[in-house]
């Protein structure tokens, strides 16, 4: 029982010394994150999306051409790249979307967006001096979208999908600030 006893201690030991390295070192497990993750999912017969994203809060702070400059790329949203994944192939304005899992960045402006979705997947969203990771060269689409400006205040960035009117939206929400991206089924993938 005593060598067993030794046994279990060791495990629990090199299993701490795990997760107070990870903590240290990559995220800290133990504390509650300034811009939680969230994923958002849509179904609709057998087309599934999917969003993986985390959504910082306005805290006061002035958000679109102040701590989102204008025309530069965003991460959109905070910490890891943001994600889009489809099970079946779309078109977003036109443009043939294979199924897959993309990034999702922006270049925001007052009057439009740019949104773009990237090949290459991402483990965070941003470098060491604090630049865009995203590459250029990995990019399946760009599309500019016009900016709706909101009567209310939304606090913390919220992605979602809209599908009220009949017609597919991937829609962004911050501050007062709404963009709506335009999404179809590719035709060929329905029964």
Partial sequence: MNRFFKW???VLLVVAIG???Y?????NIFSKRLSPKDKIEFTLNDLDLKVQ???PYKKG?????GLVPYDQV???GANEATTFETNKPLYIQGIAIPKGIYTLWTIPSDSSWNVILNTKLYPWGVDEQMKPMREPQYDILEIEVPVESLNNTVEQFTIGFDNTTGNLDLT????QTKVAV???VKKDTLP
């Fill in 8 to 10: 279990v201690l060791w």
């Fill in 19 to 21: 997760l107070f390295l």
């Fill in 74 to 76: 965003w991460r959109t």
């Fill in 23 to 27: 903590s240290f070192f990559v995220e």
């Fill in 182 to 184: 335009p999404i179809s």
């Fill in 53 to 55: 994203y985390n959504r």
């Fill in 172 to 175: 962004m929400a911050w501050d």
């Fill in 61 to 65: 702070r002035e958000i679109f051409g």
